[in-house]
């Protein structure tokens, strides 16, 4: 009896295993898909795709369109993202790892993710001498001016970050610094992924400089950012200091966020 269940249960991994994939692909598109074209992507035979799409649509995994002959994600799905939402695991896996980030460099570390062309602040864990600072749990800042809405807005498409920029009222300025427009927001996305890290010199609260690295997803897409703030009074233009030990740190929590969330880093990790 034991001897037959084995090959059984292997049997079902590969299955298993394409209907993630599935579902996988159903996320990431904008809209319902057909079975051809899911067999196509995911180099399935016809019959596979079909036979999957069906066991997926008893679950209520899948939903199918009859007269688009399309298939979308079904409520099971949503509740599975809802689930997903309620057990707050991004926030449960960050505290920790910010509260080591703030003990090793002495100063403010916040979790933001972006909220359409705003940085939102999830968590901020502070030192023992804390700073005062507008980045409390729950405020929204311009993503522009932020190191953790730079960071992500660096690894998101063009495309993507120009309909978050469509026109020069998107670019509020509190310090009259930072980008200012589309094409200088470009120039500094540019710079920060040459630098490998994001920074922002009183773009935020003047006499302030934030430090910055994203968190990802399995697909290597920005899901958040870690960033760690300090006083830096700089008088005039911006002083071009960049800190890369304490980008190191950041860097160090970031990338093992990433991995505690089954995330890809789309860069060799720092050694």
Not at 136 to 151: D, K, Y
Not at 242 to 264: F, H, N
Request: glycine content about 10%.
């Amino acid at each position: 009896m034991a001897s037959g269940a084995a090959p059984h249960g292997s049997s079902e991994v590969p299955a298993l295993r394409r209907g993630l994939a599935v579902l996988r692909l159903l996320a990431t598109r904008p809209g319902p898909v057909s079975a051809s074209a899911i067999a196509r992507e995911l180099a399935l035979p016809r019959s596979t795709t079909y036979h999957l799409l069906a066991e997926l649509q008893a679950a209520g995994f899948v939903t199918h369109l009859p007269a688009e002959r399309r298939y979308g994600l079904g409520i099971a799905a949503f509740e599975l993202g809802s689930a997903y939402l309620r057990h707050e695991p991004l926030e449960r896996l960050a505290a920790p790892l910010l509260r080591r980030l703030v003990d090793r460099v002495g100063h403010n570390a916040h979790l933001g993710v972006l909220h359409g062309n705003e940085a939102l602040y999830l968590i901020k864990e502070r030192p023992a001498r804390p700073e005062t600072l507008v980045t409390e749990v729950g405020v929204r800042l311009p993503a522009q001016l932020t190191a953790s809405g730079l960071a992500m807005l660096a690894y998101l498409p063009g495309a993507h970050v120009r309909a978050l920029f469509p026109s020069a009222g998107a670019f509020v300025l509190r310090t009259g610094r930072g980008p200012a427009s589309l094409a200088e927001l470009r120039a500094t996305l540019a710079a920060l992924r040459r630098r490998g890290w994001a920074v922002e010199d009183g773009f935020v609260t003047a006499g302030f400089a934030s430090v910055a690295l994203p968190v990802f997803d399995h697909g290597g897409r920005p899901l958040a950012a870690i960033s760690v703030t300090l006083r830096h009074p700089c008088e005039g233009e911006p002083c071009g200091a960049d800190w890369p030990e304490l980008a190191v740190e950041v860097r160090r929590t970031a990338t093992e966020l990433t991995g505690r969330l089954g995330g890809r880093v789309p860069w060799p990790p720092a050694r």
